[in-house]
Protein backbone atom coordinates (compact mmCIF):
# COMPACT_ATOMS: atom_id res chain seq x y z
CA UNK A 1 0.00 0.00 0.00
CA UNK A 2 1.38 3.46 -0.84
CA UNK A 3 1.20 4.80 2.55
CA UNK A 4 3.27 6.54 5.00
CA UNK A 5 2.64 6.34 8.69
CA UNK A 6 3.72 9.25 11.32
CA UNK A 7 4.50 9.09 14.76
CA UNK A 8 3.22 11.68 17.07
CA UNK A 9 6.91 14.00 17.26
CA UNK A 10 6.85 14.91 13.55
CA UNK A 11 3.43 16.57 13.58
CA UNK A 12 4.60 18.36 16.71
CA UNK A 13 7.39 19.21 15.24
CA UNK A 14 6.30 20.18 12.17
CA UNK A 15 3.26 22.41 14.16
CA UNK A 16 5.56 23.88 16.53
CA UNK A 17 7.36 25.34 13.63
CA UNK A 18 4.59 26.60 11.60
CA UNK A 19 5.20 23.74 8.92
CA UNK A 20 2.32 21.41 9.23
CA UNK A 21 0.83 22.97 6.31
CA UNK A 22 3.74 21.33 3.80
CA UNK A 23 1.79 17.85 4.44
CA UNK A 24 -0.89 18.45 2.01
CA UNK A 25 1.67 19.47 -1.16
CA UNK A 26 3.61 16.56 0.02
CA UNK A 27 0.68 14.20 0.00
CA UNK A 28 -0.43 15.40 -3.12
CA UNK A 29 3.12 14.88 -4.92
CA UNK A 30 3.22 11.52 -3.22
CA UNK A 31 -0.25 10.58 -4.43
CA UNK A 32 -0.71 7.89 -1.56
CA UNK A 33 -1.45 7.92 1.91
CA UNK A 34 -0.52 9.75 4.86
CA UNK A 35 -2.04 7.59 8.35
CA UNK A 36 -1.73 8.10 11.92
CA UNK A 37 -2.94 5.65 14.64
CA UNK A 38 -5.86 6.47 17.08
CA UNK A 39 -2.97 6.48 19.45
CA UNK A 40 -1.16 9.17 17.72
CA UNK A 41 -4.31 11.53 17.23
CA UNK A 42 -4.73 11.29 21.17
CA UNK A 43 -1.85 12.55 21.82
CA UNK A 44 -1.31 14.94 19.27
CA UNK A 45 -5.23 15.96 19.23
CA UNK A 46 -7.13 15.19 22.24
CA UNK A 47 -4.64 15.72 25.06
CA UNK A 48 -4.10 19.34 24.04
CA UNK A 49 -7.07 20.37 23.32
CA UNK A 50 -7.93 19.24 26.89
CA UNK A 51 -5.43 21.93 28.40
CA UNK A 52 -4.28 25.35 27.41
CA UNK A 53 -0.91 25.81 26.56
CA UNK A 54 -1.31 23.44 22.90
CA UNK A 55 -4.67 23.83 22.58
CA UNK A 56 -4.64 25.83 19.16
CA UNK A 57 -1.49 23.39 17.95
CA UNK A 58 -4.25 20.26 18.87
CA UNK A 59 -6.98 22.48 16.49
CA UNK A 60 -4.39 22.75 13.89
CA UNK A 61 -3.29 19.09 13.43
CA UNK A 62 -7.06 18.32 13.67
CA UNK A 63 -8.12 20.56 10.51
CA UNK A 64 -5.06 18.69 8.88
CA UNK A 65 -7.47 15.08 9.66
CA UNK A 66 -10.60 16.91 8.61
CA UNK A 67 -9.09 18.60 5.73
CA UNK A 68 -8.22 14.58 4.52
CA UNK A 69 -4.19 15.14 4.54
CA UNK A 70 -3.77 12.63 7.36
CA UNK A 71 -6.21 10.01 7.81
CA UNK A 72 -6.50 7.61 11.39
CA UNK A 73 -6.03 4.67 10.72
CA UNK A 74 -6.85 1.77 13.78
CA UNK A 75 -7.84 -1.99 13.16
CA UNK A 76 -8.01 -4.93 15.90
CA UNK A 77 -4.79 -5.87 14.45
CA UNK A 78 -2.86 -2.89 15.61
CA UNK A 79 -4.87 -3.22 18.77
CA UNK A 80 -4.07 -6.82 19.43
CA UNK A 81 -0.26 -6.86 17.65
CA UNK A 82 1.10 -3.33 19.70
CA UNK A 83 0.85 -4.81 22.77
CA UNK A 84 2.52 -7.95 21.98
CA UNK A 85 4.98 -5.85 20.45
CA UNK A 86 4.82 -3.69 23.77
CA UNK A 87 5.79 -7.27 25.45
CA UNK A 88 8.40 -7.79 23.08
CA UNK A 89 10.19 -4.50 22.72
CA UNK A 90 10.14 -3.50 26.49
CA UNK A 91 12.05 -6.87 27.30
CA UNK A 92 14.83 -6.36 24.98
CA UNK A 93 17.17 -4.89 27.94
CA UNK A 94 17.32 -5.73 31.32
CA UNK A 95 18.67 -3.44 34.04
CA UNK A 96 19.46 -4.57 37.61
CA UNK A 97 16.84 -8.05 36.71
CA UNK A 98 14.22 -5.56 35.56
CA UNK A 99 13.16 -5.33 32.19
CA UNK A 100 13.76 -1.80 30.59
CA UNK A 101 10.78 -0.08 29.06
CA UNK A 102 11.80 1.75 26.93
CA UNK A 103 8.93 2.14 24.59
CA UNK A 104 5.28 3.53 24.64
CA UNK A 105 2.08 2.18 22.69
CA UNK A 106 1.62 4.82 20.58
CA UNK A 107 4.80 5.03 18.96
CA UNK A 108 4.55 1.28 18.97
CA UNK A 109 0.80 1.36 16.99
CA UNK A 110 2.71 3.31 14.47
CA UNK A 111 4.91 0.49 13.78
CA UNK A 112 2.34 -2.01 14.32
CA UNK A 113 0.00 -0.36 11.34
CA UNK A 114 3.27 0.37 9.23
CA UNK A 115 3.82 -3.58 9.03
CA UNK A 116 -0.36 -4.01 8.45
CA UNK A 117 -0.48 -1.81 5.45
CA UNK A 118 2.83 -2.72 4.59
CA UNK A 119 3.57 1.04 4.29
CA UNK A 120 6.84 2.68 3.05
CA UNK A 121 8.16 4.36 5.55
CA UNK A 122 7.46 5.76 9.42
CA UNK A 123 8.27 9.40 10.36
CA UNK A 124 9.78 8.94 13.44
CA UNK A 125 11.59 11.90 15.11
CA UNK A 126 12.20 10.49 18.76
CA UNK A 127 15.57 9.25 19.15
CA UNK A 128 14.67 5.82 21.09
CA UNK A 129 12.46 4.04 18.73
CA UNK A 130 14.52 4.52 15.80
CA UNK A 131 18.08 3.16 18.07
CA UNK A 132 16.26 0.41 18.75
CA UNK A 133 14.78 -0.61 14.70
CA UNK A 134 18.62 0.43 13.60
CA UNK A 135 20.97 0.09 15.82
CA UNK A 136 19.87 -1.54 19.12
CA UNK A 137 23.47 -1.83 20.27
CA UNK A 138 24.17 2.16 20.51
CA UNK A 139 20.77 1.88 22.45
CA UNK A 140 22.48 -1.00 24.40
CA UNK A 141 25.72 1.36 25.23
CA UNK A 142 23.45 4.33 26.04
CA UNK A 143 21.46 2.50 28.78
CA UNK A 144 24.41 1.22 30.29
CA UNK A 145 26.28 4.39 30.44
CA UNK A 146 23.37 6.49 31.37
CA UNK A 147 21.69 4.03 34.02
CA UNK A 148 25.85 3.21 35.16
CA UNK A 149 24.71 -0.59 35.36
CA UNK A 150 25.20 -3.60 33.35
CA UNK A 151 22.24 -3.96 30.47
CA UNK A 152 21.55 -7.23 29.86
CA UNK A 153 20.65 -8.09 26.19
CA UNK A 154 17.95 -10.85 25.38
CA UNK A 155 18.50 -11.64 22.05
CA UNK A 156 15.65 -14.01 21.81
CA UNK A 157 13.09 -10.81 22.19
CA UNK A 158 15.39 -8.71 20.29
CA UNK A 159 15.22 -10.79 17.24
CA UNK A 160 12.03 -11.76 17.10
CA UNK A 161 11.37 -7.54 16.98
CA UNK A 162 13.76 -7.06 14.47
CA UNK A 163 12.01 -10.32 12.20
CA UNK A 164 8.80 -7.71 13.18
CA UNK A 165 10.21 -4.55 11.91
CA UNK A 166 12.32 -5.37 9.38
CA UNK A 167 10.92 -3.83 5.98
CA UNK A 168 10.23 -1.06 7.87
CA UNK A 169 12.27 2.27 6.79
CA UNK A 170 12.31 5.37 9.52
CA UNK A 171 12.17 8.75 8.28
CA UNK A 172 12.00 12.31 10.07
CA UNK A 173 10.56 15.17 9.78
CA UNK A 174 13.60 16.88 8.82
CA UNK A 175 14.32 14.68 5.61
CA UNK A 176 10.25 15.40 4.38
CA UNK A 177 11.37 19.14 4.58
CA UNK A 178 14.22 18.59 2.61
CA UNK A 179 12.18 17.82 0.23
CA UNK A 180 9.63 19.62 0.44
CA UNK A 181 12.31 22.31 -0.05
CA UNK A 182 13.54 20.67 -2.93
CA UNK A 183 9.95 20.48 -4.68
CA UNK A 184 9.95 24.05 -4.36
CA UNK A 185 6.85 24.07 -1.58
CA UNK A 186 9.03 26.51 0.40
CA UNK A 187 10.03 29.20 -2.20
CA UNK A 188 7.53 31.74 -0.58
CA UNK A 189 10.18 32.08 2.06
CA UNK A 190 13.33 32.75 0.15
CA UNK A 191 14.40 36.50 0.77
CA UNK A 192 16.53 38.26 -2.10
CA UNK A 193 20.40 37.93 -1.73
CA UNK A 194 20.18 41.83 -0.92
CA UNK A 195 18.40 40.88 2.43
CA UNK A 196 20.49 37.96 3.24
CA UNK A 197 23.48 36.27 1.15
CA UNK A 198 23.09 32.80 0.29
CA UNK A 199 19.37 33.17 0.66
CA UNK A 200 18.16 29.41 -0.20
CA UNK A 201 20.99 27.72 2.03
CA UNK A 202 19.84 30.34 5.35
CA UNK A 203 16.25 29.02 4.56
CA UNK A 204 16.82 25.04 4.52
CA UNK A 205 19.24 25.76 7.51
CA UNK A 206 16.62 28.12 9.54
CA UNK A 207 14.08 24.76 8.75
CA UNK A 208 16.37 22.28 9.97
CA UNK A 209 17.51 23.99 13.02
CA UNK A 210 13.82 25.09 13.85
CA UNK A 211 12.82 21.39 13.66
CA UNK A 212 15.96 20.23 15.71
CA UNK A 213 14.96 22.59 18.39
CA UNK A 214 11.22 21.64 18.80
CA UNK A 215 12.45 18.36 19.37
CA UNK A 216 13.47 16.26 15.99
CA UNK A 217 16.21 13.95 16.92
CA UNK A 218 18.97 15.24 14.67
CA UNK A 219 22.32 16.12 15.29
CA UNK A 220 24.55 19.60 14.44
CA UNK A 221 26.28 17.18 12.19
CA UNK A 222 23.41 15.83 10.28
CA UNK A 223 22.03 19.10 9.79
CA UNK A 224 25.11 19.92 8.29
CA UNK A 225 25.35 17.16 6.04
CA UNK A 226 21.86 17.79 5.06
CA UNK A 227 23.31 21.40 3.93
CA UNK A 228 26.39 20.07 2.37
CA UNK A 229 24.17 17.70 0.10
CA UNK A 230 21.71 20.28 -0.74
CA UNK A 231 24.42 22.85 -1.58
CA UNK A 232 25.94 20.08 -4.61
CA UNK A 233 22.67 19.99 -5.89
CA UNK B 1 6.31 -0.76 46.49
CA UNK B 2 9.54 -2.16 45.02
CA UNK B 3 11.98 -3.15 48.03
CA UNK B 4 14.46 -1.30 46.41
CA UNK B 5 13.01 1.79 45.77
CA UNK B 6 11.82 1.97 48.99
CA UNK B 7 15.25 2.16 49.92
CA UNK B 8 16.43 4.35 47.65
CA UNK B 9 13.33 7.22 48.44
CA UNK B 10 14.33 6.80 52.46
CA UNK B 11 17.96 7.09 51.45
CA UNK B 12 17.47 10.34 49.71
CA UNK B 13 14.80 11.89 51.78
CA UNK B 14 17.04 11.12 54.83
CA UNK B 15 19.85 12.76 53.07
CA UNK B 16 17.52 16.02 52.13
CA UNK B 17 16.64 15.84 56.05
CA UNK B 18 20.05 16.49 56.91
CA UNK B 19 20.33 19.51 53.82
CA UNK B 20 17.20 21.17 55.35
CA UNK B 21 18.66 20.87 59.01
CA UNK B 22 21.33 23.15 58.44
CA UNK B 23 21.22 26.05 56.18
CA UNK B 24 24.75 26.20 54.38
CA UNK B 25 26.01 27.43 51.27
CA UNK B 26 25.29 25.34 47.98
CA UNK B 27 22.36 23.83 49.66
CA UNK B 28 20.14 24.01 46.77
CA UNK B 29 22.78 22.38 44.31
CA UNK B 30 22.94 19.52 47.13
CA UNK B 31 19.55 19.29 46.22
CA UNK B 32 19.27 19.17 42.66
CA UNK B 33 22.24 16.17 42.80
CA UNK B 34 19.72 14.37 45.05
CA UNK B 35 17.09 14.36 42.00
CA UNK B 36 19.39 13.19 39.55
CA UNK B 37 19.94 10.49 42.01
CA UNK B 38 16.72 8.74 41.96
CA UNK B 39 16.08 9.50 38.30
CA UNK B 40 18.08 6.19 37.69
CA UNK B 41 15.03 4.67 39.43
CA UNK B 42 12.46 6.91 37.38
CA UNK B 43 13.31 5.32 34.76
CA UNK B 44 13.82 1.74 35.64
CA UNK B 45 10.55 1.18 37.77
CA UNK B 46 8.59 4.08 36.34
CA UNK B 47 6.89 4.17 39.55
CA UNK B 48 4.81 7.13 40.30
CA UNK B 49 6.78 7.41 43.56
CA UNK B 50 10.35 7.64 42.32
CA UNK B 51 8.90 10.11 39.85
CA UNK B 52 7.05 12.43 42.40
CA UNK B 53 9.76 12.37 44.73
CA UNK B 54 12.48 13.47 41.85
CA UNK B 55 9.79 15.70 40.54
CA UNK B 56 9.25 17.03 44.36
CA UNK B 57 13.15 17.28 44.66
CA UNK B 58 14.00 19.11 41.83
CA UNK B 59 11.37 21.46 42.44
CA UNK B 60 12.77 22.24 45.69
CA UNK B 61 15.95 22.86 44.57
CA UNK B 62 14.62 25.77 42.00
CA UNK B 63 12.82 27.10 45.00
CA UNK B 64 15.80 27.28 47.38
CA UNK B 65 18.14 28.19 43.84
CA UNK B 66 15.54 31.42 43.40
CA UNK B 67 15.66 32.32 47.13
CA UNK B 68 11.58 31.80 46.84
CA UNK B 69 12.29 29.04 49.95
CA UNK B 70 14.16 30.37 52.65
CA UNK B 71 13.19 29.14 55.78
CA UNK B 72 13.68 25.22 55.47
CA UNK B 73 11.75 23.88 58.32
CA UNK B 74 8.67 24.46 56.93
CA UNK B 75 9.58 21.45 54.36
CA UNK B 76 11.61 19.66 56.46
CA UNK B 77 8.73 18.80 59.06
CA UNK B 78 6.96 17.22 56.53
CA UNK B 79 9.66 15.26 54.64
CA UNK B 80 10.46 13.75 58.01
CA UNK B 81 6.67 12.73 58.09
CA UNK B 82 6.65 11.63 55.16
CA UNK B 83 10.10 9.01 55.86
CA UNK B 84 8.55 8.03 59.16
CA UNK B 85 5.35 6.77 57.32
CA UNK B 86 7.61 4.90 54.43
CA UNK B 87 9.58 3.54 57.19
CA UNK B 88 6.97 1.77 58.95
CA UNK B 89 5.70 0.61 55.23
CA UNK B 90 2.71 2.93 55.26
CA UNK B 91 2.70 3.59 51.52
CA UNK B 92 -0.51 5.15 51.51
CA UNK B 93 0.34 7.76 54.13
CA UNK B 94 3.45 8.49 52.62
CA UNK B 95 1.53 9.30 49.33
CA UNK B 96 -0.96 11.39 50.94
CA UNK B 97 1.47 13.04 52.88
CA UNK B 98 3.86 13.72 49.66
CA UNK B 99 0.94 15.09 47.65
CA UNK B 100 0.20 17.65 50.98
CA UNK B 101 4.19 18.46 50.27
CA UNK B 102 3.53 19.47 46.60
CA UNK B 103 0.07 21.45 47.61
CA UNK B 104 2.36 23.41 50.16
CA UNK B 105 4.56 24.50 47.33
CA UNK B 106 1.60 25.47 45.24
CA UNK B 107 0.07 27.48 48.19
CA UNK B 108 2.94 29.39 49.60
CA UNK B 109 2.05 32.90 48.62
CA UNK B 110 -0.54 34.22 46.06
CA UNK B 111 1.35 36.30 43.76
CA UNK B 112 3.96 33.44 43.55
CA UNK B 113 1.74 30.31 43.13
CA UNK B 114 1.80 30.99 39.63
CA UNK B 115 5.48 31.27 39.72
CA UNK B 116 5.46 28.19 42.11
CA UNK B 117 2.99 26.12 39.75
CA UNK B 118 5.46 26.91 36.48
CA UNK B 119 8.58 25.67 39.08
CA UNK B 120 6.60 22.16 39.40
CA UNK B 121 5.65 21.81 35.91
CA UNK B 122 8.85 22.74 34.39
CA UNK B 123 10.63 20.32 37.04
CA UNK B 124 8.26 17.31 35.20
CA UNK B 125 9.75 18.51 32.09
CA UNK B 126 13.25 18.66 33.25
CA UNK B 127 13.05 15.30 34.42
CA UNK B 128 11.13 13.94 31.64
CA UNK B 129 14.13 14.39 29.16
CA UNK B 130 16.38 13.46 32.15
CA UNK B 131 14.51 10.22 32.11
CA UNK B 132 14.56 10.62 27.63
CA UNK B 133 18.16 10.66 28.15
CA UNK B 134 18.41 7.30 30.02
CA UNK B 135 16.85 6.37 26.65
CA UNK B 136 13.02 6.04 27.37
CA UNK B 137 11.13 7.16 24.52
CA UNK B 138 9.22 10.73 24.25
CA UNK B 139 6.12 9.20 24.86
CA UNK B 140 6.82 6.86 27.75
CA UNK B 141 8.54 9.54 29.44
CA UNK B 142 6.14 11.86 29.15
CA UNK B 143 3.19 9.66 30.40
CA UNK B 144 5.23 8.64 33.15
CA UNK B 145 5.99 12.38 34.09
CA UNK B 146 1.83 13.64 33.35
CA UNK B 147 2.85 16.33 30.88
CA UNK B 148 2.19 16.02 27.27
CA UNK B 149 4.67 15.62 24.52
CA UNK B 150 4.30 18.89 23.19
CA UNK B 151 5.72 20.43 26.13
CA UNK B 152 8.52 17.73 26.39
CA UNK B 153 9.23 18.00 22.76
CA UNK B 154 10.19 21.64 23.14
CA UNK B 155 12.05 21.20 25.91
CA UNK B 156 14.19 18.12 24.27
CA UNK B 157 14.85 19.93 20.94
CA UNK B 158 17.37 22.52 23.08
CA UNK B 159 18.96 19.65 25.05
CA UNK B 160 22.58 18.12 23.61
CA UNK B 161 20.59 14.80 23.32
CA UNK B 162 20.68 14.51 19.82
CA UNK B 163 23.98 14.98 19.50
CA UNK B 164 25.49 12.68 21.66
CA UNK B 165 25.16 10.01 19.43
CA UNK B 166 27.01 9.07 16.17
CA UNK B 167 25.37 10.45 13.36
CA UNK B 168 23.19 8.23 11.39
CA UNK B 169 23.48 8.04 7.34
CA UNK B 170 21.84 11.04 6.27
CA UNK B 171 22.41 10.80 2.70
CA UNK B 172 20.89 7.43 2.38
CA UNK B 173 18.20 8.63 4.17
CA UNK B 174 17.49 11.64 2.12
CA UNK B 175 18.00 10.16 -1.04
CA UNK B 176 15.53 6.64 0.66
CA UNK B 177 12.60 9.58 0.96
CA UNK B 178 13.28 11.69 -2.08
CA UNK B 179 12.50 8.42 -3.90
CA UNK B 180 9.26 8.32 -1.75
CA UNK B 181 7.97 11.68 -3.34
CA UNK B 182 9.37 11.26 -7.13
Known sequence: MKAIIFDSGPLISLTLNNLLWVLEPLKQKYKGDFFITSAVKEEVVDYPLKTKKFKFEGFQVLKSIRDGVLSVFETDYVRKETGKMMDLANNIFEVHGKPFKSLHYPELSVLVAAKEVKAEAVVVDEQSTRLLMENPSRMEQLVKKRMHAKVFLNRQCLEEFQSAMRHINVIRSTELVTIAYECGFLNKYIAKPTTIPKPKEELLDGLLWGLKLNGCAISEREINQILKVERKR | MDSKVKEDIKSVLTQLITILSRKEQGDALKVKELSNHVIH???????????????????????????????????????ETAYKFLNRNDVERFRRRLRKIFVLISSKDSKLRLYVEDVLNHAQIRRGCKICEH??????SAELLNISQWELMQYLGKTRLADELKSSDVRSRLRFTRKLFT
Do not use: H, W
Not at chain 2, 58 to 69: C, N, Q, V, W
Open chain 2, 135 to 140: GVSCAK
Open chain 2, 41 to 79: NATLFQDEDSISVTVLVYALSKLMESGTIREYGEFRKPI
